[in-house]
């Protein structure tokens, strides 16, 4: 497909989705035509996820509906070649602290490498999602700490039903 630059990628593992991850979607779909949450599907990366492909995707489509311009798709490619199929122009990040911008300097420089038409576009963290992170919360969930700041309610829910004691 060729390149639209109305079109971005927000990618993620999103195990599960936060409402981190909700506010760069939501200010990335105020910035382009098309925003596609890109779900990565690869059983075997960074271990297993708690939650499958099937229900993180769910969990992203119910949290996005009324933003209208969301498309969510599982991908188990290279993130630019998945951007390249999708027409995509740019990937929008979200960048919280400095650790984050280590571990994302070091991956656009390889995105970069490998397709240097995909530009990587990084939005700064809102103050109040700065701590926010998918680990975070179920390490919370686990304990019985509190999540309904944090996440979708449907989300808080399989949260506490899988991780709770
Ligand atoms: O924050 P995450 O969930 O670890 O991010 C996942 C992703 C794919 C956005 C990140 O690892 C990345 O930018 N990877 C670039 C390299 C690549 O294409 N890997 C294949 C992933 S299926």
Redesign the pocket.
């Known amino acids: 497909m060729a390149p639209d630059n109305r079109t971005a990628l927000c ?3 999103f195990d599960p989705i936060t409402y981190g991850h909700l506010d760069v979607i939501a200010r990335a779909s105020a910035m382009y035509d098309t925003v596609i949450v890109a779900v ?1 599907n ?1 059983p075997w ?2 271990g297993k996820t708690l939650f499958t492909a099937e229900e993180r995707i769910a969990f992203v489509g119910n949290a996005t509906r009324e933003l209208g311009n969301i498309k969510v798709m599982p ?6 070649d998945f951007a390249r199929e999708q027409g995509a122009m740019a990937i929008v990040k979200g960048l919280r602290a400095i650790s984050d911008f280590e571990y994302e300097l070091e ?1 656009n420089q ?2 970069r490498r490998q397709a240097p038409d995909v530009e990587s576009v990084y939005l700064m963290a809102s103050p109040k999602y700065s701590f926010l992170s998918s680990s975070g919360v179920k390490e919370l969930a686990t304990f019985g700490g509190n999540i309904t700041d944090l996440v979708p309610d449907e989300v808080a829910s399989a949260l506490k039903e899988r991780l709770g004691r």
């Open positions: 990618p993620g593992t990565v690869v990366r960074k991908f188990a490619s290279l993130l630019v991956m390889l995105n």
